[in-house]
């Protein structure tokens, strides 16, 4: 028998302006091709240290309970769930697109007893109109998403919303996953009880990773449950066990994705976030004067619309499917498409961390301009 022979495997080098994962700085780079060391090695639990006092700053809070989850954005929104809730308890999420709906569905496979108060994708909510579903009963946790993928819109008012989740007795989860290090998140200052986010977006690093931040009231809830957490994985006191203290052993981490992470949150705060904000939003003005020109108008209102992730509304009868396709084979420029309610109807375009260059935005631009005229 012949043995089979393979070649090498080299990826194409495409230019991420999706939704999801961005590029990498080159310096993001150069640590994720470091040797790998082991997950107790005193080099990497020093690593971790200097991850939760960046985390710190970039999250704006003090909590202790800041780590970073083996998984992605959806193990941090299913970990921040599972370990708040227990079968029985009322929850409250506030859905406005694709992933406040993904909210919805874990609470309901943790046993919680889910009510759902929504808005059409595109839009966001009031804050008197959040509040008249808080009254409605008591609920142990209210969960929103902060920047909504799906549909380039942010949700506004957060302080004075968590405010009254906390007046009417509701624990607040916020899914930050495209909002951290792209747009403000100030997660002491509102008051936010636990935050998660993802490794591949505004923060710039390979996906894998969830930072998680856990505040008083959280961490209390979740030391106070009648039954353990229902993921042994995903337990956030056997994560605290890992992080702080003894580091205890829990599971085997990645140390090539959070050397490759240490380096993105270095760059975050080098460059320093006020500074890191306003680079996001010149760039995508830029865009959205762009798409206007191209007849591909921004989806959201501006007074709401994403700077890191802008949906841009499609002219009737064009093969969505196929300009992307050549926008990829042909220039290897990564756009999406649209999900649920939006499949069709919009592109999502992301501006994230290293993705969120001028000339990204020209070459985009300028490679529409040449395939739809």
Same mark, same amino acid.
Request: with cysteine; charged share 20%; hydrophobic share 45%.
């Given at each position: 028998?012949?043995?089979?022979?393979?070649?090498?495997?080299?990826?194409?080098?495409?230019?991420?302006l999706g939704p999801?994962? *961005?590029?990498?700085?080159?310096?993001?780079?150069?640590?994720?091709?470091?040797?790998?060391?082991?997950?107790?090695?005193?080099?990497?639990?020093?690593?971790?240290?200097?991850?939760?006092?960046?985390?710190?700053?970039?999250?704006?809070?003090?909590?202790?309970?800041?780590?970073? @989850?083996?998984?992605t954005g959806t193990?941090?929104?299913?970990?921040?769930?599972?370990?708040?809730?227990?079968?029985?308890?009322?929850?409250?999420?506030?859905?406005?697109?694709?992933?406040?709906?993904?909210?919805?569905?874990?609470?309901?496979?943790?046993?919680?007893?889910?009510?759902?108060?929504?808005?059409?994708?595109?839009?966001?909510?009031?804050?008197?109109?959040?509040?008249?579903?808080?009254?409605?009963?008591?609920?142990?946790?209210?969960?929103?998403?902060?920047?909504?993928?799906?549909?380039?819109?942010?949700?506004?008012?957060?302080?004075?919303?968590?405010?009254?989740?906390?007046?009417?007795?509701?624990?607040v989860v916020l899914?930050?996953?495209?909002?951290?290090?792209?747009?403000?998140?100030?997660?002491?200052?509102?008051?936010?009880? @636990? #935050?998660?986010?993802?490794?591949?977006?505004?923060?710039?690093? =390979?996906?894998?990773?969830?930072?998680?931040?856990?505040?008083?009231?959280?961490?209390?809830?979740?030391?106070?449950?009648?039954? =353990?957490? *229902?993921?042994?994985?995903?337990?956030?006191?056997?994560?605290?066990?890992?992080?702080?203290?003894?580091?205890?052993?829990?599971?085997?981490?990645?140390?090539?994705?959070?050397? #490759?992470?240490?380096?993105?949150?270095?760059?975050?705060?080098?460059?320093?976030?006020?500074?890191?904000?306003?680079?996001?939003?010149?760039?995508?003005?830029?865009?959205?004067?762009?798409?206007?020109?191209?007849?591909?108008?921004?989806?959201?209102?501006?007074?709401?619309?994403?700077?890191?992730?802008?949906?841009?509304?499609?002219?009737?009868?064009?093969?969505?499917?196929?300009?992307?396709?050549?926008?990829?084979?042909?220039?290897?420029?990564?756009?999406?498409?649209?999900?649920?309610?939006?499949?069709?109807?919009?592109?999502?375009?992301? @501006?994230?961390?290293? *993705?969120?260059?001028?000339?990204?935005?020209?070459?985009?631009?300028?490679?529409?301009?040449?395939?739809?005229?």
């Amino acid at each position: 028998m012949m043995q089979q022979t393979y070649t090498e495997l080299l990826p194409p080098r495409r230019i991420l302006l999706g939704p999801g994962p *961005s590029m990498l700085d080159p310096r993001v780079l150069q640590a994720l091709a470091q040797p790998p060391i082991g997950h107790l090695d005193p080099y990497l639990l020093k690593l971790y240290e200097e991850e939760q006092e960046l985390l710190r700053i970039i999250f704006q809070t003090k909590n202790d309970w800041t780590f970073v @989850l083996s998984g992605t954005g959806t193990a941090g929104m299913e970990a921040a769930l599972a370990n708040l809730l227990e079968p029985g308890d009322a929850v409250l999420v506030a859905s406005h697109g694709y992933f406040g709906e993904r909210l919805a569905d874990i609470a309901g496979r943790l046993g919680a007893l889910v009510d759902r108060i929504a808005r059409p994708w595109g839009q966001i909510f009031s804050i008197e109109e959040l509040e008249a579903a808080l009254k409605r009963k008591q609920y142990k946790v209210f969960a929103i998403v902060h920047a909504e993928t799906s549909t380039g819109a942010e949700q506004l008012h957060m302080a004075e919303i968590v405010s009254k989740a906390h007046q009417w007795g509701a624990l607040v989860v916020l899914d930050t996953v495209t909002s951290l290090a792209g747009i403000e998140v100030r997660v002491d200052e509102w008051g936010v009880d @636990l #935050a998660y986010s993802a490794s591949q977006k505004c923060l710039g690093a =390979p996906s894998g990773l969830a930072p998680i931040t856990v505040g008083p009231r959280a961490r209390k809830a979740i030391e106070r449950r009648q039954r =353990p957490v *229902s993921s042994f994985y995903l337990d956030f006191k056997l994560y605290a066990g890992y992080w702080n203290g003894n580091h205890s052993y829990h599971h085997t981490a990645p140390s090539g994705l959070h050397l #490759a992470f240490r380096e993105a949150l270095r760059l975050a705060v080098e460059e320093g976030l006020e500074a890191r904000f306003s680079r996001h939003r010149e760039h995508a003005e830029a865009l959205w004067d762009g798409l206007g020109s191209l007849l591909l108008p921004p989806f959201i209102p501006k007074e709401f619309r994403l700077p890191v992730l802008t949906t841009a509304i499609l002219p009737g009868g064009l093969d969505e499917v196929a300009v992307r396709k050549r926008l990829l084979e042909e220039f290897d420029i990564e756009i999406a498409g649209g999900l649920g309610t939006l499949k069709g109807k919009v592109w999502r375009i992301g @501006l994230m961390g290293y *993705s969120s260059q001028r000339e990204n935005v020209s070459l985009l631009l300028e490679t529409l301009r040449t395939l739809l005229y």
